[in-house]
């Protein structure tokens, strides 16, 4: 019902930035929330933060002031722009929607950031 492409990975130097983009299509109309997640090598996924359909976001303590969700509604298009990359934040990053009673995640993009 609900479909998640996730793009812009890659490999970057501490420091650095990096913007993800989270495509949604499908049946939208009762999108509650889209969600941006991590996996580190090894670990367990974890919260990365989210928007909600107002457009209000929030962030995990160990991103907030580096990374910000931002939306073009008219590309339904949700952007994960990651600044002042450090190593711990190599992982595998998804997107999820969230609707009434159900959640949709996307396939995840890699993100390497070297020393």
């Known amino acids: 019902q609900v479909q998640l492409v996730e793009s812009g990975g890659g490999l970057v130097q501490a420091g650095g930035s990096l913007r993800l983009s989270c495509a949604v299509s499908?049946?939208?109309?009762?999108?509650?929330?889209i969600g941006w997640y991590r996996q580190p090598p090894g670990k367990q996924r974890e919260l990365v933060g989210a928007?909600?359909?107002?457009?209000?976001?929030s962030y995990a303590d160990s991103v907030k002031g580096r990374f910000t969700i931002s939306r073009d509604l008219t590309k339904n298009t949700v952007y994960l722009q990651m600044n002042s990359l450090k190593p711990d934040d190599t992982a595998v990053y998804y997107c999820?929607?969230?609707?009434?009673?159900?959640?949709?995640w996307g396939q995840g993009t890699q993100v390497t950031v070297s020393s």
């Open positions: 999820k929607a969230v609707t009434r009673g159900r959640h949709y």
């Open positions: 928007i909600s359909s107002d457009g209000s976001t």
């Open positions: 499908g049946s939208t109309l009762s999108l509650y929330a």
